[in-house]
């Protein structure tokens, strides 16, 4: 995560690009994931968008993200 985050962060700073993540097929990742993604996008997100997430799935994954337990997720 870390090298993700310092790659991000460089390609703000020095190249002016605003990073698009697609992550296809996100009804197959672990439970731990979507609990544990809000914190990954807690660095100075809160004050300038730095990362543009896109999470394709199956209609479930809707249905997976819409419970309480990923409220943090959905914030973000």
């Known amino acids: ?36 993604f809000p914190a990954f996008l807690n660095f100075a997100f809160d004050s300038r968008s730095m990362l543009t997430v896109w999470l394709a799935g199956h209609p479930h994954l809707a249905q997976t993200l819409d419970r309480v337990p990923y409220a943090a997720l959905a914030s973000r």
Request: overall charge negative; glycine content about 0%.
């Open 1 to 36: 995560w870390k090298d993700i985050k310092e790659h991000i962060h460089d390609l703000m700073d020095h190249k002016q690009v605003l990073p698009v993540w697609v992550i296809d097929e996100a009804q197959n990742l672990p439970p731990e994931f979507f609990r544990d």
